[in-house]
C-alpha cells in the first residue's frame, strides 16, 4: 500500500521560507515521479511543481525561480523548497504519485497525502 506522508508547512511572514518534505512508502521510490498540487480555500486543486523519476524538474509558471522541488532516493522523500513566500501561496500543499498522462492534471496522479498547511502573512 502506497503511503505518503507531508511535512514542514507552517506560518511564514511574506518573504520567507519554508521546505516541505513529503515520505514515500510502499513504492519503488527511485522509479516513480511525483508532484506537489496545493489547494487554496474556496479554489480548485492546482499544480505546483513535479519531479521525475530521471530528475527532470516542472513548474507552474507563479511559483518559478522561487519554489524548488528535489527527491532523495536514498530516503524516499521529495521535497519542496519554498522562497520568497507571498500571501497568495497560502493553501494546503499535497504530493502525489505520477500515474501518466499530462503532467499538471490532478487526474494523472495516483496517492494523494494528507497535505500540510502552508500560511503566509502580508
Known amino acids: 500500500q502506497v503511503q505518503l506522508v507531508e511535512s514542514g508547512g507552517g506560518l511564514v511572514q511574506a518573504g520567507g521560507s519554508l521546505r516541505l518534505s513529503c515520505a514515500a512508502a510502499?513504492?519503488?521510490?527511485?522509479?516513480?515521479?511525483l508532484g506537489w498540487f496545493r489547494q487554496a480555500q474556496g479554489k480548485e486543486r492546482e499544480f505546483v511543481s513535479r519531479?521525475?523519476?530521471?530528475?527532470?524538474?516542472y513548474y507552474v509558471d507563479s511559483v518559478k525561480g522561487r519554489f524548488t522541488i528535489s527527491r532523495d532516493n536514498a530516503k524516499n522523500t521529495v521535497y519542496l523548497q519554498m522562497n520568497s513566500l507571498k500571501p497568495d501561496d497560502t493553501a494546503v500543499y499535497y504530493c502525489?504519485?505520477?500515474?501518466?498522462?499530462?503532467?499538471?492534471?490532478?487526474?494523472?496522479?495516483?496517492?494523494w497525502g494528507q497535505g500540510t498547511q502552508v500560511t503566509v502573512s502580508s
Open positions: 502525489a504519485t505520477f500515474t501518466g498522462g499530462g503532467y499538471a492534471s490532478t487526474s494523472s496522479y495516483g496517492t
Open positions: 510502499g513504492l519503488t521510490f527511485s522509479r516513480r515521479s
Open positions: 519531479v521525475s523519476w530521471s530528475g527532470d524538474t
